[in-house]
């Protein structure tokens, strides 16, 4: 992926939201299992950075799992 811009990554960030709540329509109301998941998907993208320094390609796995970071982060925020 390119660099994208302010709009676009918000874009990006709203419809990675969409998605998770379809996939994942059922989300934790406890505080300790909401952050664990934001956790999880932060090792996954520290885990595609790894393998994209090392391995090279595009950004595309580091992208997707950024927008998983932050999916999870706004329902952490947002689902109460």
Same mark, same amino acid.
Do not use: W
């Given at each position: 992926?390119?660099? %994208?811009?302010?709009e676009e990554a918000l874009e $990006?960030?709203? $419809?990675? %939201?969409?998605?998770?709540?379809?996939?994942?329509?059922?989300?934790?109301?406890? %505080?300790?299992?909401?952050?664990?998941?934001?956790?999880?998907?932060? =090792?996954?993208? /520290?885990?595609?950075?790894?393998?994209?320094?090392?391995? =090279? =390609?595009?950004? *595309?796995?580091t992208d997707n799992e950024a927008?998983? *970071?932050?999916? /999870?982060? $706004?329902?952490? %925020? /947002?689902?109460?």
């Amino acid at each position: 992926m390119y660099k %994208l811009t302010d709009e676009e990554a918000l874009e $990006l960030s709203r $419809l990675a %939201l969409i998605k998770a709540r379809e996939i994942h329509p059922r989300y934790p109301s406890d %505080l300790i299992h909401r952050s664990a998941i934001i956790n999880e998907e932060a =090792g996954e993208l /520290t885990q595609a950075c790894i393998n994209h320094y090392y391995f =090279g =390609g595009d950004n *595309v796995k580091t992208d997707n799992e950024a927008l998983h *970071v932050i999916a /999870t982060a $706004l329902r952490f %925020l /947002t689902e109460r």
